[in-house]
């Protein structure tokens, strides 16, 4: 999974099931949030 900085992560992560695993990504462009910071 990765995202953009600029998106409302927020509303987005409470669609998701939260009993799943996820793996987390950086995309490459400028702006991709950085897989740590989804992460946490």
Known sequence: ????RDKDLGK????????????FANLDIPRGLEAKDLQA
């Open 12 to 23: 987005m992560l409470d669609l998701f099931p939260k009993n799943a695993n996820y793996y």
């Open 1 to 4: 999974m990765g995202v953009v």
